[in-house]
């Protein structure tokens, strides 16, 4: 099966610009998960939807960061705007009933 | 709330001889236990899983991790490193009683020296 698919892969923006990022979950995948990895941290959920309602957001920063999943599949997640210490690695995932996730390659954020 | 704690940043082992890299956790319910390893630029990629039964999961790439619930750990181990298996990994658990959400512990670079 493909596995989800995240782009760009690397973005560098400047402090304050706003960016999105892009995520296509694997088929059938009902729940979808952003995460936040920062350097030299483990990933930290930022929001989790199941189909399209959002399950989890509780440690989105709701001032800067928004997410949304119209139609239950593909997902965007954005910031505006962004500050420096957003720069990280955003990982898309998606899970079915199976107890595991499937994580995309992630978009590379600088923030300079 | 559920938490993981791998108590190592690092853990540098020769290739061939067996490697640990340690992982507790705490939950309220029964945990649900996963590895994921990541090599650079490159996203989590899925190892083993405890989910229930056997206390010992075969996972991929010759890995292996024990459940022990009285100590509340779930050790990555390998019996034959291989410098191939440098990388960061992350443990993670799920409590039954909080839904789908993981929460990863901080990560372990694994140094394998040829």
């Known amino acids: 099966e493909a596995g989800v698919a995240q782009s760009p892969r690397y973005k560098i923006i400047e402090k304050r610009q706003s960016v999105a990022f892009w995520c296509n979950p694997i088929s059938g995948h009902a729940t979808l998960y952003w995460y936040q990895q920062i350097l030299g941290q483990g990933p930290k959920l930022l929001i989790q939807?199941?189909?399209?309602?959002?399950?989890?957001d509780s440690q989105l920063p709701k001032d800067r960061f928004s997410a949304e999943r119209l139609k239950g599949v593909d997902s965007t997640l954005k910031i505006q705007p962004a500050k420096l210490e957003d720069s990280a690695v955003y990982l898309c995932?998606?899970?079915?009933?199976?107890?595991?996730?499937?994580f995309g390659s992630g978009t590379r954020l600088t923030v300079v | 709330a559920q938490s993981v704690a791998q108590p190592e940043d690092q853990v540098n082992v020769a290739e061939g001889n067996p490697l640990t890299v340690k992982c507790t956790y705490s939950v309220s319910g029964n945990p649900y236990l996963f590895w994921y390893v990541q090599y650079p630029n490159r996203g989590l990629q899925f190892l083993l899983k405890?989910?229930?039964?056997?206390?010992l999961v075969k996972g991929s790439y010759g890995f292996e991790a024990e459940f022990n619930k009285s100590q509340t750990s779930f050790h990555l181990k390998k019996p034959s490193a291989l410098v191939s298996d440098s990388a960061l990994y992350f443990c993670?658990?799920?409590?039954?009683?909080?839904?789908?959400?993981?929460?990863f512990g901080p990560g372990t670079r694994l140094s394998v020296l040829p």
């Open positions: 939807f199941q189909n399209n309602g959002v399950v989890d």
């Open positions: 995932a998606s899970s079915s009933q199976n107890y595991g996730y499937t």
């Open positions: 993670a658990v799920r409590d039954e009683n909080y839904g789908q959400n993981f929460v």
């Open positions: 405890y989910i229930t039964g056997d206390n």
